[in-house]
């Protein structure tokens, strides 16, 4: 009989969520030993892939390979195609419970994984298959760094600089001018405390791994009136188990931290039961407002307003597409978007982008952001059957 695990590897706003957060026995998840521990601050460059991903270099079974950090994923996950590459044997059979339905995944013992001169021995890693995710962020996911990277030493984040810091929880002294954050631990998750639209707070998961700004639980948007009010567009979200329609709103404001935000893209989960059941996800766009301190051994975080105003990306295209090989494929069009008023519809594939062919080195050029271009931007799109259309720009939602 298969184990469970709950996963949010989800497609949310601008991209996917990679938090997975296992519920079965605690036996079955043994605790890493770490074998090389940062005695001293420890400075790991990043790329901020698409002002959305923390994209960093580390090593897996002694295997040079790219990660995505995720401090909402309660085990570290790896692609099931890097894992047989580098020989991983097959593990325990699961089923991941994510937030577009179930998917069978493995649990691997024993794995040995490093960043910086953070070592850590006998990890227990999901071994899951990726490519729908991949395909939506636009690059290959090998490793998603979960919590073990977290709850092992003090993370700090500068995402002006893309300079990613870690520190010995032993010996470390609070960032100067920041605001402490008390957090609260369930499981593998840490939550804080937001105010969304006036309402008094809810719990929100830390989640690095979702590229958007904020996503409320099917039971709590529903149980609060107001936001029903809102206006709203339909966009398309999900990732393991699949895909699902999902409600776009813009935000009026949302507190944490003693600190407030205007207009913050927002999405409405449509899926009950999911990883955050009656609560809400923290996303990448909410914390990188912010020079970010993370200490979850101890349950807390750092908060520093960057040197610059509040600056939310946000879809403005008003479509779901698919990176495939040489094209993108249109998988939803919001009605009465800017890609509907364009022509374009479900099923259409796009092989250029303001004259820049579509490839697997497409999100490495200038035009990798065209969808969060400013409002007015006009977009040439070439079809596969030669047609040239001009996408323009503009917040429909």
């Known amino acids: 009989m298969k184990r469970q695990i709950k996963v949010a590897l989800a497609l949310v706003s601008l991209g996917a969520a990679t938090a997975l957060y296992p519920c079965i026995a605690a036996a079955q998840i043994a605790k890493p ?37 995720d401090s909402g994923a309660g085990v570290t996950t790896i692609d099931r195609d890097f894992a047989r590459k580098i020989g991983l044997k097959p593990g325990m059979k699961i089923t991941a419970q994510g937030t577009g339905g179930r998917q069978d995944a493995e649990l691997v013992q024993d794995v040995t994984v490093e960043v910086g001169n953070l070592k850590l021995s006998g990890v227990t890693v999901a071994v899951i298959d990726l490519d729908a995710i991949e395909k939506a962020i636009g690059r290959p996911i090998p490793v998603i760094m979960g919590r073990e990277l977290f709850t092992n030493s003090v993370v700090d984040l500068d995402f002006d600089k893309q300079i990613l810091s870690l520190s010995p929880a032993s010996n470390f002294v609070s960032p100067a001018g920041a605001t402490e954050v008390k957090l609260k631990r369930d499981g593998t998750l840490h939550y804080l405390p937001i105010s969304i639209d006036g309402q008094a707070p809810v719990d929100a998961a830390l989640d690095l791994g979702n590229g958007g700004a904020l996503s409320l639980s099917k039971e709590y948007h529903e149980s609060v009136p107001a936001l029903a009010k809102l206006p709203y567009a339909i966009g398309l979200s999900g990732g393991v188990g699949g895909l699902h329609e999902t409600k776009r709103v813009t935000m009026p404001t949302v507190e944490v931290g003693g600190f407030t935000f205007h207009d913050v893209p927002t999405d409405f989960g449509s899926v009950a039961d999911g990883p955050y059941e009656k609560r809400a996800n923290a996303g990448i766009q909410l914390f990188k407002q912010f020079h970010l301190t993370l200490d979850l051994s101890h349950d807390r975080l750092w908060l520093k307003p960057a040197g610059h105003p509040p600056l939310f990306t946000k879809d403005r295209a008003g479509m779901f597409v698919l990176l495939e090989d040489d094209h993108f494929n249109v998988l939803h069009v919001t009605p009465g978007g800017p890609a509907e008023r364009a022509g374009l519809k479900k099923g259409d594939k796009l092989v250029a982008i303001g004259g820049k062919k579509v490839g697997p080195s497409f999100y490495s050029s200038k035009q990798a952001g065209w969808t969060r271009e400013d409002v007015g931007t006009k977009i040439s799109l070439t079809k596969s059957d030669g047609q040239t259309v001009i996408l323009t720009l503009a917040d429909y939602y």
């Open 33 to 69: 030993v770490v074998t090389a521990i940062p005695d001293a601050r420890a400075a790991v460059p990043f790329e901020l892939f698409r002002e959305n991903r923390i994209i960093l270099s580390g090593r897996v079974n002694g295997n040079d390979t790219p990660m995505i950090l």
